[in-house]
């Protein structure tokens, strides 16, 4: 469960998150870490696979090592068996453009990198 604080210390100003402020969370959260990697370490954030379940952050799964080329395309879609044993009904998944056109092994997208929520 993720919650939302209100501004206070007490436990009255702390209450659950609905599922549209969940997301917006993830999305936010997951941006913020991948300019932060990006401008004082110069890494990207693996991909990510959020699994939520009405509303809720059930679980999330990386990106296994991979090499690049075929394997790399299996390991993101072994990304997605998370989903049906955690029961989603929504998924949120986060990658860096070039990076994962790299593991593809293909011509990068554009000249700069994008995070994609």
Known sequence: MIWLD???PSPEGVRPMDGDQTWRALV???LEIH??????????LW????A?????LVGYVHLR???VGQDAAAAIAEMSYLAAPAHA???MAAWETQDVAAAYDHVPLHPDSASTS
């Not at 300019?35 to 990207?44: K, P, S, W």
């Not at 991909?47 to 959020?50: D, K």
């Not at 939520?52 to 809720?56: A, I, P, S």
């Open 89 to 91: 009904d929504e998924i």
């Open 52 to 56: 939520l379940r009405g509303g809720c």
């Open 65 to 67: 090592p991979i090499t």
């Open 35 to 44: 300019a932060d990697l990006m401008r004082e370490v110069g890494m990207v």
């Open 47 to 50: 991909p990510t696979l959020f």
């Open 28 to 30: 936010d959260v997951s």
């Open 6 to 8: 209100e501004g206070g």
